[in-house]
């Protein structure tokens, strides 16, 4: 997603419970890894609706996903969550391709401890955006949050499949690896940070996290 705004609060949250989940050392979420900026997304704060009163992009009237994505923005900070998702709802209704409002809203929902229904929205948004890797790639996420690992490493598949060539997938395809090894699946993990060595070789993270799967994997072969 390319956006201006996003909630940052929220963010926060996600980053402070991943920085405890396993293997958080390995993940952006840990700090001093991966290091970068991010929000749960893992891309840089923002979205694409303006948070100016009455004012659209460009000093045009406000639009009503204007308006919608307003008002559950000041539904957040005002700490009333259900109507934030209801007015996420909205803007689903309004614009199912809005990848970020399904994501905004799936946080939020399993924030509260509703996990299902949290991800019943994150299907409905694959089903009506089945190309879109950012789609993807929040459903992996989500996936990550409730420890459905089968299901997170299959969504960032998806995701790497469809990410365009002009992205910087680096990001994305870290998150592949650390899944798919949470999964088990060491060879996806082993081949992902591979890919990642020779695409990026000046990043370290890529290269350490390589070493520490092959020596993990060695160490698996030895025992049996």
Known sequence: MRHLRYYCALGVLIIGLQAVAPGAENTPAAGGTDNA???????PAGHKHSAQSGEGQNGQPESNLDYLWRKSDEAFHAGDYERAVGLHKAIEALDPTDVESYSVASWLLWSMGKGDEALQLIERGIKANPNNWDMWDEAGQQYELQ???????????????????????????RRLAHAAERHGDWQIALDTWRGLVQDFPAEPVNKNNLARVEKQMLQATNKS
């Open 147 to 173: 420890k459905k690992a089968p299901e997170a490493e299959n969504a960032y598949v998806q995701a790497v499949k469809l990410i365009p060539k002009e992205e910087d997938s680096q990001m994305l395809r």
């Open 37 to 43: 900026q991010t929000t749960p997304a893992g891309r």
